[in-house]
């Protein structure tokens, strides 16, 4: 693959800190347009990552490029790349078009008035605040303010666009609204968007590229349907979205309970493993096929309901149905049947 055909690449990265390696040789190719998230828990690099990009952290070892060219060493400010913060950041004595033209104001060679003046007016015409030029940015609301921070790191043409959880102090509602705005706004401008985020559903609704990490490291890579589909790992399964584990038995291809009946699915390892099964990949019925249990709690979502069902030798299992085609509801307390397509079981190593 030729150089130029990526925005961002990272060449056997390590990051330490005294004895704690932070971030272990990983290696990562980052096409030119995309849209990656790096998810994570707390503690599992995705930060450092981010920072090693945007010149904020060195590496201890290994490279990063951006288009093709090793920009180790470089300082923040020399690099095609700028950064929307959680807390965005923004100038409280300045109005939003000084906050916005403030990156403008600091090139060298210096750019005329009217050119600056004419970027900030794109830039708040892209993210919506074209007649917010005057406005205090104390006087705006969290979205509008997480727009001028996202105006701000636009206007300087970066190559890269580093998102440190910019949606966090947002509630739910807005947040669904600017991570529309967010992918509107990527796919007009074209450029590479890098988001660190701890949300699984914020990195499966906006990313195209997801890259799950643990203990400094890439567990597993690749598109959203792939990475929630086909887990590469119990982890990643595990934490990318919401999963039951299920203790069996896999001998040749067939799996068997503790108690010795039979779950259906296939495996092709053996010998101890764990089972693991999605919630909306199980139904529930009043029918006499399946495992019998018991609805523990229910939880009501408007299009979905959760459940708790206590299972005689499996403990509690999660299931979710859609209320679309399950517009029947079970009530705590009744007996219930649980079947599930074979192939959406997901066997793995116990």
Do not use: W
């Amino acid at each position: 693959m030729a150089a130029t055909a990526t925005d961002l690449e990272f060449r056997r990265l390590t990051k330490r800190y005294g004895a704690v390696e932070a971030v272990s040789g990983i290696e990562l190719a980052v096409p030119r347009g995309a849209f990656l998230a790096i998810l994570g828990p707390s503690g599992c690099g995705k930060t450092t990552c981010l920072r090693m990009i945007g010149g904020f952290e060195q590496p201890s070892e290994g490279e990063v490029l951006i288009a093709g060219q090793v920009v180790n060493g470089l300082p923040a400010y020399q690099r095609p790349v700028n950064m929307v913060f959680q807390h965005y950041a923004l100038f409280p004595h300045m109005n939003v078009a000084e906050n916005v033209g403030y990156g403008l104001r600091q090139l060298r060679p210096r750019l005329s008035s009217a050119e600056i003046d004419r970027r900030v007016t794109e830039a708040l015409e892209m993210v919506r605040l074209g007649n917010f030029a005057t406005r205090r940015t104390h006087e705006m609301s969290g979205g509008q303010q997480q727009r001028v921070a996202l105006a701000r790191a636009i206007v300087n043409r970066p190559k890269i666009l580093l998102l440190d959880e910019p949606l966090a102090a947002l509630d739910k509602k807005l947040r669904g609204e600017m991570q529309l705005e967010l992918l509107t706004l990527q796919r007009e401008l074209g450029i590479t968007f890098v988001l660190v985020t701890h949300d699984q559903e914020e990195a499966l609704s906006m990313a195209d590229l997801v890259c799950v990490m643990s203990a400094g490291r890439i567990r597993q890579l690749g598109a959203p349907q792939e990475v929630y589909d086909r887990p590469a790992d119990l982890f990643v399964a595990d934490f990318v979205g919401k999963t039951n584990r299920i203790a069996v038995t896999a001998e040749g291809g067939r799996l068997t309970l503790a108690d010795g009946r039979a779950l259906p699915g296939h495996a092709t390892l053996q010998g101890p493993a764990i089972a693991a099964l999605r919630p909306e990949a199980i139904k529930l019925s009043r029918g006499a096929e399946g495992l019998e249990g018991t609805i523990t709690h229910r939880i009501f979502l408007g299009s979905t309901a959760e459940y708790s069902v206590a299972v005689p030798g499996l403990g509690d299992l999660l299931v979710t149905t859609d209320r679309r085609t399950a517009t029947e509801l079970f009530a705590p307390g009744e007996t219930v049947r649980l079947t599930h397509d074979p192939a959406a079981v997901l066997v793995f190593p116990a």
